[in-house]
């Protein structure tokens, strides 16, 4: 495996949640999907779980008190047909709007209600945004509470345009604008991936949390989180987690450390 051994002070971080896990408490271990557990590709679809991250979260799940979770931009089932997560993994698409979690090797997902009004708003917000990517190289991704533009690998020009075109259709009332990596998703429920780690602390009754994440979209949930979470960036860009960390080999290695510290 390459990438790096963490620094001084996230090792002393992760140790102190295998501490937490070795005396009885619960670990929540959040992670993004895209450009955290795999690396980016241009096309989303060759997107798959590091090699080095799949065992370390195997010998994670495995633990009694580790509850591992995957937070993504995707979409639920997007997310579920990659990740090759251990059964008892919580797995949360659409930046917090859709939940459900690994169960006999399949996906049991929870109840998802969109109010009338919202789907109306989400059907006007797909037909204006096909009418602009129209001709483009540009695509629309159509999940439950959103579409989303994607402008990975069009023109600078175009990819600029569509982008504003999308922004100003963000600004209607009950809409939800999301920016990230040459993408903008159009929400229609103002849910975040604060507000799901959240949920997920609850739910689990977790002493101790670490959240890995690269993108914009992840940067509302580490300001949601407090000083005593094991926040971590990675890849480049400001941001408000502790700490920070350079590819997702880097997040193999890492995760590998935290199995080793539980046990």
Do not use: C, I, N, W
């Given at each position: 495996m390459s990438g790096a051994a963490p620094d001084q002070a996230l090792a002393e971080a992760l140790d102190a949640l295998g501490a937490t896990v070795r005396t009885g408490g619960t670990v929540l271990v959040a992670l993004d999907f895209d450009g955290v557990l795999s690396p980016l590709q241009d096309d989303p679809t060759a997107c798959r779980i590091h090699e080095g991250s799949r065992t370390a979260l195997e010998r994670l799940g495995a633990v009694p008190t580790v509850q591992v979770a995957l937070v993504s931009g995707r979409s639920l089932a997007d997310l579920d047909s990659r990740a090759e997560v251990p059964d008892g993994t919580f797995l949360v698409g659409s930046h917090g709007a859709e939940h459900g979690h690994r169960v006999d090797g399949a996906l049991a997902r929870d109840a998802l209600v969109v109010p009338p009004e919202a789907s109306g708003l989400l059907d006007a917000l797909r037909t204006a945004l096909a009418a602009a990517v129209s001709g483009t190289t540009a695509r629309l991704e159509h999940k439950p509470t959103s579409v989303v533009l994607h402008t990975r690998g069009s023109d600078p020009t175009e990819a600029r345009r569509l982008t504003d075109h999308?922004?100003?259709?963000?600004?209607?009332?009950?809409?939800?604008?999301?920016?990230?990596?040459?993408?903008?998703?159009?929400?229609?429920?103002?849910?975040?991936?604060?507000?799901?780690?959240?949920?997920?602390?609850?739910?689990?009754?977790?002493?101790?949390?670490?959240?890995?994440?690269?993108?914009?979209?992840?940067?509302?949930?580490?300001?949601?989180?407090?000083?005593?979470?094991?926040?971590?960036?990675?890849?480049?860009?400001?941001?408000?987690?502790?700490?920070?960390?350079?590819?997702?080999?880097?997040?193999?290695?890492?995760?590998?450390?935290?199995?080793?510290?539980?046990?």
């Open positions: 999308a922004l100003g259709l963000g600004a209607r009332d009950g809409v939800d604008a999301m920016r990230g990596k040459d993408v903008v998703e159009l929400s229609v429920l103002k849910v975040t991936k604060g507000d799901a780690l959240a949920l997920l602390r609850e739910r689990v009754g977790a002493q101790g949390l670490l959240y890995a994440g690269d993108d914009v979209t992840d940067e509302r949930a580490f300001a949601t989180l407090g000083p005593e979470d094991v926040t971590v960036k990675v890849g480049p860009g400001a941001t408000a987690a502790r700490f920070r960390v350079q590819d997702p080999d880097a997040v193999a290695v890492l995760l590998a450390h935290l199995a080793d510290a539980t046990s």
